[in-house]
């Protein structure tokens, strides 16, 4: 189990050696399972955009990119190692028509990477669009399909919870708080979906939605506490469907198992009780098995093939990895068999910072693998660079045999004295002061003696005639 605040998102690179969370905490915490052991820390974390929860993660298909959804207005790429490579443009909030503004005017909700154009993905937000862009133009969105819900003028807005491309990049589907499923040809025209249907309870939140590989079938999340199985040849009512799954939160997902055989989805439970993974038929969904897995809401699930493991996050801050001492590979697998560093009994690395050093205790604990030893001999080595560039430049060593030097003593007068003492030398004129004064020599007859008095009396009174009234 890998603890942190309450988990809304949760991403796995292809190849299942990196984990990526985000939290309604506004952090993005980076794991590395090759390089964790059992103290289950992240290598990384970062704030993607400040005050704002994290609704989706998601890697491109070369794992080199990861696309960023909070609830603010623009989504944002970051590399593998956290670092932000994209921030797309604003939509105008002044524009009216949604087909006019540049990018989203309100809070983005979901998104989803093309599955086979790695230079292509899509989002969806409460402006009531969902927008297709391409990771090359950051300025301006590729192409806007506008929603339209029921009623007229604003009224005919409705948030787009969830959107997904199905796995050939035949649809884009997309769930609005309406009740309505939409889903749209990826060739256009975007004018008007392809179909619709009223899926679920008007107002209700449809957290999430997945096509089958074939693209012939599409599951549903609802708010509505519901799931539904929909055939996209015949959109027109669902095919199967199961009530009383309880969810309570907009990111909680559904995913097909590798094999296509089951979904799995979360279960929302009150707090403190048992929160649990539901796996469900793909083809009727009738239950197959309630898994218990924390005792709080299971918000996201995953479940990556080349590894074969499943990982949940939960909304008491727990993310638990789920897999097989047999069929499973790597993964949570290299965590169990690696002891976490033995360290003092009193050293606390929460409250530690090495200031000498650079870096923190809490820092260093958190990267207690080869590449945590490598960043702390590179944060000693800066510091120690910082520490030089602050220290005073040294006189130069070649000041005693300075030419110049030597020049302003051969050539500019009273140059030696600069080197003596000064009383020493104000002294050795002081017996030809006293016998021939030069300044005072005119006052030797008419004034030989001093008029100053030597000592200086009490202070008269002044006559009090003379005191100021």
């Known amino acids: ?67 960023v959804l909070t609830s603010s207005l623009q989504p944002r790429l970051f590399s593998r190692d956290g670092v932000q490579l994209s921030e797309f443009v604003r939509g105008d909030v002044y524009l009216r028509d949604m087909r006019h503004t540049k990018g989203h005017v309100s809070e983005v909700t979901s998104g989803s990477w093309h599955p086979s154009n790695r230079d292509e993905f899509i989002t969806a937000s409460s402006d009531s669009t969902v ?26 807005r409705t948030k787009v919870t969830t959107c997904a491309y199905s796995p050939k990049g035949k649809w884009i589907g997309g769930a609005c708080t309406d009740g309505t499923v939409h889903i749209w040809g990826t060739n256009g025209p975007f ?13 209700s939140e449809t957290s999430g939605m997945v096509f089958s590989h074939d693209e012939n079938y599409l599951a549903t999340r609802g708010g509505d506490e519901t799931v539904k199985l929909w055939d996209t040849r015949n959109f027109k009512q669902p095919i199967g469907q199961i009530t009383d799954v309880d969810n309570n939160h907009i990111e909680t997902n559904i995913i097909y198992s590798p094999d296509q055989k089951y979904l799995l989805t979360g279960v929302s439970c009150p707090p403190d009780q048992q929160g649990h993974l539901l796996v469900l038929s793909a083809q009727s969904l009738s239950p197959i098995r309630r898994i218990p897995v924390s005792n709080s809401s ?32 790597r993964g949570a697998k290299l965590i ?23 870096y923190s205790g809490d820092q260093a604990t958190r990267l207690e693998d080869g590449s945590g030893e490598r960043l702390i001999r590179k944060l000693k080595a800066q510091a120690k660079a910082a520490q030089k560039a602050m220290a005073p430049e040294m006189p130069s060593s070649a000041v005693a045999s300075d030419p110049d030097k030597a020049h302003v003593k051969a050539h500019i007068g009273l140059a030696a004295m600069r080197d003596e003492d ?31 008095q030597d000592r200086a009396g009490e202070d008269e009174i002044e006559p009090s005639a003379k005191r100021r009234k």
Do not use: C
Request: hydrophobic share 40%.
């Open 336 to 358: 169990v068999t690696r002891a976490p560093k033995i360290r003092h009994v009193d050293d606390d690395t929460a409250f530690t910072t090495d200031v000498l050093d650079g």
């Open 131 to 156: 927008r297709i862009w391409d990771v090359n133009n950051r300025w301006e969105h590729k192409t806007v399909v506008v929603v339209r819900g029921k009623g007229t003028g604003q009224q005919m």
């Open 422 to 452: 000064p009383r020493e030398a104000l002294l050795k004129f002081a017996e030809k002061a006293k016998n021939d004064p030069i300044f005072t020599k005119a006052y030797l007859k008419n004034q030989p003696k001093t008029l100053l």
């Open 298 to 329: 299971v918000i996201r699930v995953l479940w990556n093939s080349r590894i074969n493991q499943i990982i949940t996050g939960s909304h008491n801050a727990s993310i638990h990895v789920l897999y097989s001492p047999h069929s499973s590979l």
């Open 1 to 67: 189990m890998l603890t942190m605040e309450a988990v809304s998102a949760l991403a796995l690179d292809a190849s299942g050696s990196r984990l990526v969370s985000g939290s309604y905490d506004y952090d993005v915490k980076f794991w590395d399972f090759a390089g964790m052991n059992a103290a289950l820390k992240p290598f990384k974390t970062i704030e993607p955009v400040e005050g704002h929860p994290v609704h989706h993660l998601e890697y491109s298909l070369s794992g080199e990119s990861l696309l």
């Open 191 to 203: 004018t008007r979906p392809t179909a619709t249907v009223e899926g679920h309870v008007r107002q």
